[in-house]
């Protein structure tokens, strides 16, 4: 490859990362909105499979399970990033999400950690009966933020 | 306990004046100062029961700022301003440990404090007014048995004419309907131990219900929801109808409602339902749950549908 060549790349690849980034800024309060209502729902999704599973509604299916705990421990570790200062209720857009949270960040982080913890349990849980037994703790974490956290009711 | 503005010491004379008139014999106080008798352990451990069925830690507790049990400080945002829920420790000045059973038993009953002026209904009165004789003494031996906090009661911030307390008299004619609990002889046991939870105890539809400008429930509408609960939230149907309110939920979906606090999508309840769930329905026996779940479908279905306003 030519100086001029690599040159170039070097500069598209540039390009690219600053377009990603500008795309990034550019992204307003109702798509940042937007993506963490459907993270939230991606998780009661998930939740609705375990319940299923756990009340026996479905076959049993580790797999299954095992892939729903880790869709709820991956979602749950954006849920900081998520919730960007600036976001909430204050941009007019529909949110659920009450300003408690950014008058009490590391409190709302910590209880996403704490999804974060319990749900890497629930993809170590290799059994019905531990899926069963860990699946009451990681609802308590969803329950527990949404209490102090979220405005809309179901 | 009592917000009393300019017009307090007006109010209060007029009040007691006026309750005097209308209800000639009735609130004559029998009871004599606070018994020096220590409550039984079986009462207390029934009267805890009835405290967490009731719910009273959620107003009387201020959990968010690490407060004492039951020491208050709660705010309850409503369309009338904002309510603190009081100290109800057995403290002599800042608590109701002057109180009698009779007083605490009035208050439930009647929605009047140790001194005979209107409470507030905020204070679930409306509801408690259904309790029996025997889950409010049992209730009052709990209270009694709770640490005594030191800590002032805060006082309402309500506006006037709302905060004037000889308004709630025409209030309580207007809404309140005085009364224990009637079973309904047509309906069986279970339904009517659900019905006795969800009104008396449970005061489920406090929120649930619609209210008018005034604050008076739409009886009408008995837990068809409520467009203006607390903090200005909306608050679900939880009539049996299948589209707009729980009838198309199974008994499994209620009991994990009542135990996890997970909807049926797999979504968990916020708010004030959370606390509820954590506090009081999450304590509920097997067969107490049961019973709720067979009254709250033997209700007749309201179409009515509710929806969360957009975020302020």
């Known amino acids: ?154 | 306990m009592p917000t009393r503005g300019r017009f307090g010491e007006w109010t209060r004379t007029a009040a007691v004046c006026a309750a005097a008139v209308l209800f000639c014999a009735v609130g004559l106080r029998a009871a004599g100062p606070a018994q020096a008798q220590a409550p039984a352990a079986d009462a207390i451990a029934r009267g805890q029961y009835i405290f967490d069925a009731a719910g009273c830690t959620s107003c009387h507790t201020d959990e968010k700022n690490k407060g004492q049990l039951l020491a208050g400080g709660v705010p309850l945002k409503t369309p009338f301003g904002t309510f603190y829920g009081p100290n109800i420790t057995p403290d002599p000045t800042h608590g109701i440990g002057g109180w009698s059973e009779a007083d605490v038993i009035r208050a439930l009953r009647d929605g009047k404090d140790d001194d005979g002026d209107h409470l507030f209904p905020v204070f679930p009165y409306t509801s408690f007014t259904k309790m029996t004789d025997a889950d409010a003494k049992d209730l009052w031996a709990y209270l009694r048995s709770v640490p005594p906090t030191a800590t002032p009661s805060k006082p309402h911030d309500i506006g006037f004419p709302f905060n004037i307390r000889l308004a709630q008299m025409f209030w309580k004619r207007l809404f309140f309907t005085p009364g224990r609990f009637q079973p309904d002889p047509a309906k069986s046991a279970e339904v009517n131990r659900g019905a006795y939870i969800v009104q008396a105890l449970g005061h489920c539809g406090e929120c649930h219900t619609q209210r008018n400008l005034l604050g008076g429930m739409d009886t009408k509408l008995f837990l068809a929801g409520n467009t203006r609960g607390p903090d200005g939230h909306a608050v679900p149907n939880i009539t049996p109808d299948p589209d707009t309110g729980i009838g198309k939920w199974s008994d499994r979906d209620l009991v994990d409602l009542f135990k996890e606090g997970m909807t049926p999508d797999g979504d968990f309840v916020g708010g004030a339902m959370a606390e509820v769930v954590r506090h009081s329905t999450s304590k509920l026996t097997d067969s107490d749950i049961h019973a709720v779940i067979a009254y709250v479908r033997s209700l007749s279905p309201v179409r009515n549908r509710i929806e969360e306003k957009k975020a302020q």
């Open chain 1, 1 to 154: 490859m030519s100086k001029g060549l690599r040159l170039g790349a070097a500069a598209a690849g540039v390009a690219v990362l600053l377009g990603v980034a500008v795309i990034a800024e550019a992204q307003n309060a109702p798509a940042q909105i937007n993506q963490r209502q459907e993270v939230m729902k991606a998780n009661g999704a998930a939740a609705k499979t375990l319940t299923q599973l756990v009340r026996g509604e479905q076959p049993w299916n580790q797999q299954a399970a095992h892939q729903a705990a880790t869709t709820i421990n991956t979602n749950a570790k954006q849920i900081p990033s998520l919730f960007p200062q600036g976001s909430g209720p204050e941009t007019g857009a529909k949110t659920a999400a009450l300003p408690a949270i950014w008058q009490n960040k590391a409190d709302f982080d910590a209880k996403a950690k704490a999804l974060d913890e319990e749900s890497a349990k629930l993809m170590a849980a290799n059994d019905e009966a531990a899926v069963k037994a860990q699946f009451g703790n990681v609802g308590k974490t969803c329950g527990g933020c949404h209490e102090s956290y979220r405005a809309k009711n179901p």
